[in-house]
């Protein structure tokens, strides 16, 4: 149980491209999903906290207008990079959880922006 | 705020030796405490987690830690290691407030030689 899933799992594009990439809890309802980043042999870095039906929290340093996040549904999560920079090439990773329970993972996102 | 501190950056071992990886942590309230496992270009699974009750705590693949309130650290073990644990390793904290931000540390790099 408590499965996550994240897609895509590798992206490539070019500069100024706007990329999404989803997060989906399917065998549960998500009240809470984040978004990390993370990058080589780093831990990882929390970007933002999105409850189902409200604006997400961003944590500190973490552009708003760069990194939009939606969470519509109890199931679904999305991130987007918009006008994608070299710079903004990481390895993207979301958890979700249910009220009063530990986070689950996905798999993670490899973003490559040439 | 809680912070966590992992004390090894990398941690070589040779099959079938036991292994301790060491975690310690800061927070002015009490915790949740966590133990993940990240292989290359996955995401973070879940190994174990310390919510209450006896500070013993097993995991799934043998692993398992102990939480010391006095010490305030919750280092991880396993008796004898496979080929199959070289892996990352990550520790990770929130208050016990139900919200399950999560804190990690730098993480440890374990590699497993026959």
């Known amino acids: 149980g408590a499965v996550v899933s994240q897609h895509p799992s590798r992206v490539i594009c070019k500069s100024g491209t706007s990329v999404k990439i989803e997060c989906r809890s399917l065998d549960f309802q998500a009240t809470t999903m984040f978004w990390y980043r993370q990058f080589p042999k780093q831990s990882l870095m929390l970007m933002a906290t999105s409850n189902e039906g409200s604006k997400a929290t961003y944590e500190q340093g973490v552009e708003k207008d760069k990194f939009l996040i939606n969470h519509a549904s109890l199931t679904l999560s999305t991130l987007t990079v918009t006008s994608a920079h070299p710079e903004d090439s990481s390895f993207y990773i979301c958890?979700?959880?249910?009220?009063?329970?530990?986070?689950?993972f996905g798999d993670g996102t490899r973003l490559s922006i040439l | 705020a809680q912070s966590v501190t992992q004390l090894d950056s990398q941690v070589p071992v040779f099959e079938e030796a036991p292994v301790e990886l060491r975690c310690n942590y800061s927070?002015?309230?009490?915790?949740?405490l966590f133990w993940y496992v990240q292989y290359p270009n996955q995401g973070l699974q879940l190994l174990l987690k310390?919510?209450?009750?006896?500070?013993l705590v097993k995991g799934i693949n043998g692993f398992e830690a102990e939480f010391n309130k006095s010490q305030t650290s919750f280092h991880l073990r396993k008796p004898s290691v496979h080929i199959s644990d070289t892996a990352e390793y990550f520790c990770a904290v929130s208050s016990n407030r139900g919200d399950y931000k999560l804190s990690f540390g730098a993480g440890t790099t374990v590699t497993v030689r026959a």
């Open positions: 927070s002015s309230v009490s915790v949740y």
């Open positions: 958890s979700a959880s249910q009220t009063n329970q530990p986070q689950h």
């Open positions: 310390y919510l209450s009750g006896s500070t």
